[in-house]
């Protein structure tokens, strides 16, 4: 169903600045996790995304508006990511002993596999059996909460982390 009348390509080039934002970020983030740790990034990335999934609850609608219903939640979704996708697999293998970084890495890079792939799978049941806008509007509402719940979830899980700055 296609709701903007947008094609496949102005789609996809409307999501690009997104993963790229996200890579620049995560670097910088990564140089500043060397000198606080990892924990403030994490649970700021988990505030960031819970954020992102709430503007995108209030404000997305059927109506086409790049910059309100999707740069601006886009901007927030990369800072997210780039807070938490790296810190996470840095606490992970901080914890572990030199001959099982490699473990540790592949295992956290496994257990975000599943979480992509079982969000892809909740965003196609959630949409799926949509037939009309109202019904995709209403299917995307309850994706951004679950975006939102997930956010919290992130915050909630990195209050106990016990990171350190490189020395």
Known sequence: MNVWEWSILKAGLGVAPGPA?????????????????QRPLVIL????????????VVFL???????V?????????????ALV???ATSVAVQALP???VGVGGAT????????GSLGVAL?????????????????????????????????LFALPLQTRAAN
Do not use: H
């Open 21 to 37: 934002l996200a890579a620049v970020l995560a670097v910088r983030f990564g140089k500043l996790a060397g000198q606080i740790g």
């Open 45 to 56: 990335g988990g505030m960031v995304a819970a954020a992102s999934g709430l503007y995108r």
């Open 61 to 67: 609608t059927a109506e086409v508006n790049y910059l």
């Open 69 to 81: 219903d999707f740069a601006v939640p886009l901007v927030l979704s990369a800072f997210a990511i």
């Open 85 to 87: 996708f790296p810190q």
């Open 98 to 100: 030199a001959n099982r």
């Open 108 to 115: 956290v890079q496994a257990v975000r596999q599943f979480g």
């Open 123 to 155: 965003t196609i049941t959630l949409l799926g059996t949509a037939t009309g806008t109202e019904d995709l509007v209403a299917g995307f509402d309850r994706i951004w909460w679950l975006v939102l719940a997930g956010g919290i979830a992130t915050t």
